[in-house]
């Protein structure tokens, strides 16, 4: 498992050459930002989770920014980031605004359906489109929160509960080979 994400994870010689990372190569060139383990598994995994929520292109920005600062796996982290993508974000977002109605309690009834491009030009669906986030505010932002909280905690159990069965079948493996070559 490990060999296979390590063939896919960049070189400490292609972060130092490409020329829009040499300014920041000291930071990102830090051992623990590529170093593949259970903690900085599990850490970059709940990072990732975390950030995946953030709207628009800054989510990966967020993971990278996060994984400097708690020294979890760089390439991991934001490639976690992706589970939010055009076809699952408004699903997350409506979970979203459901938990946070919920915990504010308030009913989820008063939802209000996005607007429809229909005859709208582009920019004018845009502006409605802005109107209508703003318009769901407080649960929205709360909900979104506690869920990416939810989501990076069970991450963070899940890939440490993951690797300690795989270090278990591993042990039991060598356990077996042994008794068996004896």
């Not at 990072?47 to 996060?66: H, N």
Request: charged content about 15%; proline content about 6%.
């Amino acid at each position: 498992m490990r060999k296979t994400i390590k063939r896919f994870l960049p070189n400490h010689e292609s972060v130092h050459s490409n020329r829009w990372l040499r300014p920041f190569a000291n930071t990102l060139l830090h051992p623990r930002l590529w170093h593949l383990n259970r903690h900085s598994a599990a850490g970059a995994i709940a990072l990732g989770l975390f950030c995946g929520l953030i709207p628009g292109p800054f989510q990966a920005l967020a993971a990278a920014a996060g994984c400097v600062m708690f020294r979890v796996n760089l390439p991991l982290a934001v490639l976690t980031t992706l589970y939010s993508n055009p076809l699952t974000i408004v699903p997350l977002y409506v979970l979203a605004y459901g938990l946070g109605s919920r915990v504010m309690g308030m009913s989820t009834n008063g939802f209000v359906k996005p607007p429809d491009l229909g005859e709208l030009q582009f920019a004018q669906w845009l502006g409605e489109l802005a109107d209508w986030m703003v318009g769901l505010g407080k649960p929205l932002a709360l909900g979104l929160i506690l869920l990416a909280a939810i989501f990076s905690l069970a991450g963070y159990i899940g890939v440490k509960a993951a690797w300690r069965l795989w270090l278990i079948r591993a042990w039991h493996g060598r356990r077996a080979r042994r008794n068996g070559a004896a």
